[in-house]
């Protein structure tokens, strides 16, 4: 039986890499590292140079294949932006073919901008021409045809957080070391000084596109509410109980936590037009998760809980908010309360493989480009909960096995 794919390209990379190392050895030349002695390039004849092709061809064919289609979607911008803002992926069904003429009938551009678009694409994997000028779709395009919140995450990426990434630089020129929302890469590109998550939300179709792309980053096990509960220490909060879900969105966690804590009773606090559209479960019976309209810049209204948590929002928040947020809670406190934040904590300079690093680092500077927000590590949320308030004790940190979001807690020490 032939290999599969990945076992083939497995050996490509092997045989080829061997053919590499075996002439550079023969030739006293230096094996390729990170070295500030290394040359700029590989000095290889054309014949090596043949073998070090096949080594990036199949290594990044091998990488698209090991992320799947949704891993691997997010690379080509360019034609993803136009992708999505030319319908392409919903031009024609999964399963039957396309010619480029049809497409770009279908969707009012041009022909040979539809081709060139598309053939940008397909060197990433988005569709595939399997004879000239015929396109398919592969399972990266069906995907963007077929579900909505990962073709909205495409379009929030593309349309958002792409063109405030390239004027990033500009705005840290022009306001060195703001804190304030309005004074970013993305305020550039869009030509404004209200914050992105203001312009965003109150516009129809981008606010849906936002909200869209959230509800896709959410999906994955890595973000489900049962890592807060189980991984928790509940004590006796879990025996009737309050938690204020503070900037709990529609209620998705806290709903979570009142079916695995059948006697916790949860208030989910948030802006007042993603609280019109909060339900509760039927399940869940009366009384036991209620919404309120809160804005946490405001005084916490509601005294005497036993956990207030703030799940993936202050990463949303410079230093100067997310301590007035913090600050804001103080007056509710009782003694032992405490304030769970679940939000990433990134890990020690050189804990994880460059590869993997370089998402959360994407991931901070992301939120540096859109809203001067900013991604912590440890040291950071210590130094984030004594600004607010010297009474608050920092617990431990910690990352339940599975979940890409850290338990952030500190107790309350005053009275
Ligand atoms: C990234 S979402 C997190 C939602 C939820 N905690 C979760 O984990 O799914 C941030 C939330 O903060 C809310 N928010 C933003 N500004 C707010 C404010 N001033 N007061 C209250 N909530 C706010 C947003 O509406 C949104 O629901």
């Known amino acids: 039986m032939a290999p599969n794919r990945i076992v083939e390209l ?34 290889l004849p054309p014949d090596i140079q043949v073998s070090q092709a096949a080594v990036l061809d199949a290594a990044d064919e091998l990488t698209a294949l090991m ?3 949704a891993g691997s979607l997010f690379n080509s911008l360019t034609s993803l932006q136009a992708i999505e803002r030319f319908a392409l992926a919903k031009s024609f069904r999964p399963g039957s073919t396309a010619s480029f003429a049809q497409i770009a009938h279908h969707s009012s551009l041009p022909e040979p901008d539809t081709r060139r678009i598309l053939r940008h694409a397909i060197a990433q994997y988005i569709f595939t021409e399997p004879s000239p000028g015929i396109v398919a779709h592969t399972a990266a395009s069906k995907a963007l045809a077929e579900l909505p919140p990962l073709a909205h995450c495409v379009a929030f990426l593309a349309g958002e957080m792409w063109p405030a990434s390239t004027r990033l630089v500009d705005a840290m020129q022009r306001w060195p070391g703001s804190e304030e929302p309005g004074q970013t890469g993305w305020a550039l590109a869009e030509g404004t000084e209200t914050p992105m998550f203001e312009v965003v939300g109150r516009e129809g179709e981008r606010a849906r596109r936002m909200a869209g792309a959230m509800r896709w980053m959410h999906q994955g096990s890595g973000y489900g509410a049962g890592h807060v509960v189980e991984g928790f220490a509940w004590g006796e909060a879990a025996e009737g109980g309050m938690l204020v879900d503070v900037g709990g969105g529609t209620g998705g966690v806290a709903v979570e936590i009142a079916r695995m804590l059948p006697r916790v009773r949860c208030v989910v606090q948030d802006l007042p037009d993603v609280v019109a559209g909060a339900e509760v479960p039927e399940d869940l019976g009366e009384g036991r998760v209620r919404f309120m309209q809160h804005d946490f810049f405001e005084e916490q209204p509601v005294r005497g809980a036993d956990v207030y948590l703030l799940r993936w929002v202050l990463h949303d928040w410079s230093d100067k908010y997310a301590v007035r947020i913090l600050r804001n809670l103080v007056p509710a406190l009782k003694r032992g309360a405490r304030v769970l934040a679940v939000d990433l904590c990134l890990p020690p300079p050189g804990a994880l493989s460059p590869y993997r690093e370089r998402s959360v680092r994407t991931f901070d500077l992301a939120m540096k480009a859109i809203q001067n927000a900013k991604e912590r590590d440890a040291e950071d949320w210590k130094m984030l909960f004594q600004t607010a308030d010297e009474r608050f004790k920092m617990g431990e940190i910690s990352k339940p096995e599975g979940s890409n979001l850290s338990l952030i807690c500190a107790v309350w020490e005053g009275d």
């Open 10 to 43: 497995s050996e490509t990379i092997q045989n080829h890499t061997k053919i590499v190392d075996d002439y550079l050895e023969a030739n006293n030349l230096p094996t390729p590292s990170f070295d500030i002695s290394t040359p700029l390039r590989l000095p």
């Open 67 to 69: 992320l799947g289609p």
